[in-house]
């Protein structure tokens, strides 16, 4: 593995968010330029950026939700109701074919077994006519004998 690629961004890197706007200010497009070379993200984080809280230190509480949050969760609420309705559908669709198989290999294995107990009856069946026949022969020859 090479360790010197810099087009992966390391677990610790501090990626900026862009300042939210303003909301008296229009919507326009933001202004996004590329990197200038494969992995310009990668960039070694300041020391400050990594001071840890210290103990005893009050604790900052979360920032008030702005449009952006809220609209970030409505989005987030709407993609969830998307995948789970495409879920629900799919289950659906996976269910019937399911039971489909499942039915047809009962009724299959259904239709071996009676199959089966209908040969059997018939040659029970089929076995007593041919036995009570020839007793029926066998007993006209034996009356027409004497």
Same mark, same amino acid.
């Given at each position: #593995? ?15 968010? =862009? ?26 984080? =300041? ?23 809220? $609209? ?16 629900? %559908? ?7 074919? $399911?039971?489909?198989? $499942? #039915? ?8 071996? #077994?009676? &199959? ?14 041919? &036995?009570?026949?020839? =007793?029926? %022969? #066998? ?8």
């Amino acid at each position: #593995m090479n360790q010197d690629d810099n087009s992966i961004p390391l677990l610790t890197e501090v990626i900026p968010l =862009a300042p939210a706007a303003p909301a008296h200010a229009p919507a326009r497009a933001p202004d996004y330029a590329p990197p200038a070379r494969p992995g310009a993200f990668h960039t070694q984080p =300041a020391a400050t950026s990594y001071q840890a809280t210290p103990p005893g230190a009050p604790i900052v509480a979360p920032l008030p939700v702005t449009p952006a949050a809220e $609209q970030y969760r409505q989005w987030e609420q709407e993609i969830r109701e998307n995948v789970l309705q495409s879920l629900l %559908e799919q289950v659906d669709t996976v269910l019937q074919q $399911q039971l489909q198989d $499942q #039915m047809a290999l009962v009724l299959d294995n259904l239709s071996t #077994m009676l &199959t089966q107990r209908i040969k059997d009856s018939l040659h029970e069946a089929l076995a007593e006519t041919v &036995t009570r026949a020839v =007793a029926e %022969e #066998m007993a006209r020859f034996a009356s027409t004998k004497n």
